[in-house]
């Protein structure tokens, strides 16, 4: 079972709807006891950073339990951009810190947001792109990325005037700046994939 | 490299998709969850729900019906009509819309614009012009509301700079010139607003021949276009569309 946590400003209904689509058992929940009994946990969010980090509150520190316990953890959108240490939209804002980065402005010049589906790169082995090959296109609606620097993380990217970090993967810790639920087959596939890491875990 | 979006819209009224001609004489185009369904798993990059009788706001069946069709739409998904503050986008968005478009609302109380960004982001904040070419001047084209049948003296293409600068992330512009009259997208329009903004601009209205498309993404500087009839009415299909446009350089999403 995966749990999908609702702290009030997720597209839930968009995750959960995905994930029962591929047979997966999915329940909507902040509670201790589901996120215990979970297999994996999916971070959704939508909007904008120092509001949902107020939304999350005293979450926080259980998402960080969640990812120190080796439970696997999929970050989407901005459940993704919340993964990182900081995030410079209307401010700076304290993030969770799993992964070592700061999530940025993408550079003028460029449509912004960056709207639409692009091309993403995967890295060799990112366990989300499992079947997918190299490269796919998926839908992106963002104006500010995540600039990486954690040496032990997997980046996939997409360009958009620089290089777009799309997905992430660190140990247990899983992120896409798109919507998987969002993208099609190929994003049911990620969900899929995600679904057998979850269940890989003893 | 980033994609030109092909986006289906569906008009909708009393749960079914319906399609006019400069917004009058609507006749049936078929089942909202079935159209969506379908355009999801045919290829198309985004879906936009509107409903013309501007009741989400009250109407607990409409919402109902969105959750239907976002139940089996996997791409992102729009929806507008009636929309007056941000609590109704945040449940719009619990139900299963990625993003949703204002209109009349943010006419008459822009700062609409700036709250629901704040609270959403400011991708999830679409605003929907319907503009009309005003007559006696050339270049000029005024915003109307309430589904077209209200002008007012606001400038299009003030109007999207504006909204842009409030939170606007996207602009879903509607020629009512050219709505439903298959005779090619105001490109002159469109090109005026997309030079104007930095946010993307979806060209919707008039879309009849696939090569108006290749016009109004390269002239017109449009990121995406909307169409309607043409998909409803099995004319073209997702893949027509795209294979058009690739043979004419656009980049696209291939369909498999």
Known sequence: MIVVMDYGVGNVKSVTNAVKYIGCDVKVSCEP????????????????????????????????????????LLGICLGYQLLFDENHE?????????????????????????????????????????????????????????????????????????????????????????????SGNDGLQILKNFENICKSKP | MLTKRIIPCLDVKDNRVVKGVNFLNLRDAGDPVELGARYSAEGADELVFLDITATLRSNKTIVDLVEKVAANVFIPFTVGGGITNADEIGLLLRSGADKCSINTAAVMNPQILAESAKRFGNQCVVLAID???????????????????????????????????????????????ADGTKEGYDIELTAAIADAVEIPVIASGGAGTLHSM??????????????????????????????YLAKHNIPVRPVE
Request: aromatic share 8%.
């Open chain 1, 33 to 72: 006891e589901d996120i215990a009994a979970a297999d994996g946990i999916i971070l959704p969010g939508v909007g904008a950073c120092g509001y949902a980090m107020e939304a999350i509150g005293d979450l926080a520190d259980t998402i960080r339990q969640i990812a120190a316990s080796g439970k696997p």
């Open chain 1, 90 to 182: 209307h401010g700076i804002h304290k993030c969770l810190g799993l992964i070592s980065g700061k999530v940025i402005p993408i550079p003028p010049g460029l449509t912004i947001p960056h709207m639409g589906w692009n091309l993403v790169e995967f890295e060799d082995d990112m366990r989300l792109f499992e079947g997918l090959g190299k490269a796919r296109y998926f839908p992106f609606a963002h104006s500010y990325y995540a600039e990486i620097s954690d040496p032990l993380a997997k980046v996939a990217y997409t360009e958009y005037g620089v290089k777009i970090s799309a997905s992430v993967q660190k140990g247990n810790i899983y992120g896409c700046q798109f919507h998987p639920e969002k």
């Open chain 2, 214 to 243: 290749v016009d109004v993404l390269e002239q017109g500087k449009a990121s995406a276009v909307l169409a309607a009839s043409i998909f409803h009415f099995n004319e073209y299909s997702i893949k027509d569309v795209k294979d």
């Open chain 2, 131 to 177: 503009a009309k070419r005003t007559p006696g001047k050339v270049g000029k084209w005024h915003v109307t509301v309430k589904a077209g049948s209200q002008p007012t003296d606001i400038d299009a293409v003030e109007w999207a700079i504006k909204a842009q600068d409030l939170g606007a992330g996207e602009i879903l512009l509607t020629s009512m010139d």
